[in-house]
C-alpha cells in the first residue's frame, strides 16, 4: 500500500509518517517546505518538493507513484495571520485542496484523509463539543477548512472518493523517540512557547486574559498528543480502505486544562523557574474547548494513550531540550 502524505514534512504529517512507516506503509511526502522541515520526515519514506497548487507536479507525482490513499495536512494554520490575509488562505486551504482532489479524481484514487480543526465550531454553544454541534467559524482559517469539508462530501456523491475527516482540538507533544516535534516559525501554540520560556529562550510567558468565565480565569483547552493524533489517521485510513464510508471524527481527550494549569505543570516537570505575567485577551479566544471524542472512540476503537498532560509535556519536553533551534541546528 502506498500513501501520499501531503504536508508530511510539518509538524502533524512527519508524526503520522513515522507511524506509517512503522506500520510497514510505503509513503511519498509532498511538500513545498514553506513552513515543513525536510528533517522531520523519516528517511524510510520518499520526498517529493513542490506545491499542491502546480498541478503539472501533481500529475507527475500521481503518474510515478501508484498511490491507494492520500493524507492532507497542506495549510496555512495561523489563526490571526488569517484574518489579515484571507486570500492567502484561499488559495493555500481551499484552492490547493481543489487542485488535489481534481488530480486524485483524475488518476482514479479514491480514498483522501482530511486534516480538519476545531476553529470550525467557533464559538462553541455546548461543552463537550460533538461532531452534530453548530459550525460558525470565526476565522478564516477555520472557514476555509468547513469549505473543504463541505466539497468533501459532493466529491463522495459524484466520484465516489471517499474521505475521513479528523477534526483536531490542541495538537500538543512530540514523538517519544524525542527525535521530531513541533518547529514552528514564528510559534504561537502556548505548550512550545512555555517550554521555549523555560529553556531561557524568551524572557517571559503571558497569559492572555485572566478574566473568562472559568474556574481560575484563564482559557481551557483539549490537548491531544500528536501521536494518538497519527494513530486515529491510521485506524481511518485502514476503514477505508475495508471500504469504510466517509466519515468525520473529533480528535481530544476529553479533558480540559487552564493556561495556569498548564503553566503550573511546566514549572513542576522542568524544575524550571520562569516568568509569568498576565496579559489581555487574545482577540477571537474562545474560553473553554473541549472535545467530545467518543465517535471515534466507538467507531475507529481509537483510544488516546498519550495524552495525559504529563505525557505531553515529558514528551515536548524532551524534543525542545533536544532540539533547542528546532531542526535547524
Ligand atoms: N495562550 C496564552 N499565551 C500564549 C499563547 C497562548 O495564554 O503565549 C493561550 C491562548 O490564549 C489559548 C491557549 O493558550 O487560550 C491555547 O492557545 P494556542 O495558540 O496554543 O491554541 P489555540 O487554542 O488558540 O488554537 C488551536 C490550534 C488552531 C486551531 C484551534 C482550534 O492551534 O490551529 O486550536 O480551536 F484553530
Known sequence: ????????????????????????????????????????????????????????????IFTVHQIDCVMHFCAHSLVGESMNEPLKYYHNNVYGTLCLLETMVGHGVKNFVFSSTAAIYGEPEESPITE??????????????????????????????????????????????????????????????ILKT????????????EDYPTPDGSCIRDYIHVMDIASAHILGMEKLLAGGKSSVYNLGDGKGFSVKEVIAKIKALSSKAFVVKVAKRRPGDPAKLIASSQKAQRELDWTP?????????????????NHPQGYNK
Not at 43 to 48: D, L, M, Q, T
Not at 307 to 319: E, R
Open 132 to 193: 452534530e454541534s453548530n459550525k460558525n467559524p470565526t476565522n478564516t482559517y477555520g472557514e476555509t477548512k468547513l469549505a473543504v469539508e463541505k466539497m468533501l462530501k459532493w466529491m463522495d456523491g459524484a466520484y465516489e472518493l471517499k474521505s475521513m475527516t479528523f477534526r483536531y482540538f490542541n495538537a500538543a507533544g512530540a514523538h517519544l523517540s524525542g527525535e521530531i516535534g513541533e518547529d514552528h516559525n514564528p510559534e504561537t501554540h502556548l505548550i512550545p512557547l
Open 198 to 209: 523555560a529553556l531561557g529562550q524568551r524572557d517571559q510567558i503571558s497569559i492572555f486574559g
Open 305 to 321: 494513550k498519550h495524552s495525559d498532560l504529563d505525557t505531553i509535556i515529558k514528551t515536548a519536553w524532551k524534543w525542545h531540550q
Open 1 to 60: 500500500m502506498k500513501i501520499l502524505v501531503c504536508g508530511g514534512a510539518g509538524y502533524i504529517g512527519s508524526h503520522v509518517v513515522r507511524a506509517l512507516v512503522e506500520k510497514g506503509y510505503e509513503v511519498v511526502v509532498l511538500d513545498n517546505l514553506s513552513t515543513g522541515h525536510e528533517g522531520a520526515v523519516s528517511k524510510k519514506a520518499v520526498i517529493e518538493i513542490g506545491d499542491i497548487r502546480d498541478k503539472a507536479f501533481l500529475k507527475q
